[in-house]
């Protein structure tokens, strides 16, 4: 079983290789909101007609999208963000 300290930690390093690699969004202020919406999916998609991966990533897109309303944002970079952290919590909480 993955702690919710490991957890944090994988995703931390997700953010740090990406602003490394110069990602404009890339910050830790992610890594908790991004553990709670993958982790609440079930209950706010319990009615949803075709869940897949692909819808899970986007969720897990539009979660981190929801966290700069107003802001200008680099969709690209977002979708990369939760796409590679949706990988880490896959491995980590199923």
Avoid at 4 to 19: F, K, M, P, S
Avoid at 61 to 85: I, Q, T
């Amino acid at each position: 079983m993955t702690t919710h300290q490991e957890i944090v930690d994988a995703l931390t390093a997700i953010i740090e290789r990406e602003e490394s690699n110069g990602c404009p969004m890339a910050h830790p202020m992610l890594v908790e909101p991004a553990i709670r919406r993958w982790k609440s999916y079930a209950r706010r998609s319990k009615n949803a007609k075709h869940v897949d991966w692909e819808h899970r990533v986007h969720d897990l897109e539009k979660g981190l999208l929801a966290l700069f309303p107003g802001h200008n944002y680099d969709a690209a970079c977002v979708r990369h963000l939760a796409e590679s952290f949706a990988e880490r919590l896959r491995e980590c909480l199923l």
